[in-house]
């Protein structure tokens, strides 16, 4: 039995430490973004930090509805991944963000969604 918990336990934070290593990858991403466009980001001292919004998604019956993380603050509401990310760009003023829906983990980069890194 201690075993099976051992397991689950692991499993567990293998998996936070996944999405946690992807959102700093993303992070590091959207720095380079952001200075190939000549934009600069608050806390762009070649080094980021947490100052590029981290944002989480909930389907509810095929709308999704994207939120700021820490703060659990509505932000916009779409149908699609582009349609947030263009929509939290025009709205917000979000061009930069991390976006975690459900176990993926997505950028947001200048009202487009980016996938790859």
Known sequence: MEILIGIVIGVVIGYH???V????????????EAKIHGI???GDDDKPNVTVPE???EEVN???????REENTFICQGTSLEEL????????????????????VYAFANGEVKKDI
């Open 55 to 57: 944002l989480m998604i």
């Open 85 to 104: 990310a263009k929509l939290a760009n025009q709205y917000k003023n979000i061009k930069y963000a991390v976006v975690l829906n459900g176990d993926k």
């Open 40 to 42: 600069k980001l608050e």
């Open 17 to 19: 430490a996944g999405v």
């Open 62 to 68: 095929n709308v999704l509805y994207l939120y700021e």
């Open 21 to 32: 290593h992807s959102m700093m990858k993303l992070k590091e991403f959207i720095f380079k």
